[in-house]
């Protein structure tokens, strides 16, 4: 078994910045993509970045260049860096594992519970 945990969110002001970090538990050997979704009241589970093992990211269009994934392979752990945040990027973001590699099983699709991000004045 394993679990995903996220912490750091939050209420900040606009133009504010906040970490995400997200927390695989369990017996795991490698973790192969690991990524950010974000969810809005009454919008669809949306992107926001991932990353590979050996560090090739992606964005969505709406946070490049103000939010940066970045992750920790041996403590198999994931950061989301969130800067220059605006209201509209008030969510609950979740914690995504496309695939864990454990002792003699694999997991696939793993999520977190989720950490509420609002941004507001």
């Known amino acids: 078994q394993v679990q995903l945990v996220e912490s750091g969110g939050g209420l900040v002001q606009p133009g504010a910045s906040l970490r995400l970090s997200c927390a695989a538990s369990g017996r795991i050997l490698s973790i192969n993509i690991m990524g950010w979704y974000r969810q809005a009241p009454g919008k669809q589970r949306e992107l926001v970045a991932t990353?590979?093992?050996?560090?090739?990211?992606n964005y969505a269009d709406s946070v490049k260049g103000r939010f940066t994934i970045s992750r920790h392979n041996a403590k198999n752990t994931v950061y989301l860096q969130m800067n220059t945040l605006k209201p509209e990027d008030t969510a609950v973001y979740y914690c995504?594992?496309?695939?864990?590699?454990?002792?003699?099983?694999?997991?696939?699709?793993?999520w977190g519970q989720g950490t509420q991000v609002t941004v507001s004045s």
């Open positions: 990353i590979t093992g050996s560090g090739y990211t």
């Open positions: 995504n594992a496309d695939r864990i590699r454990g002792d003699g099983i694999w997991y696939f699709d793993s």
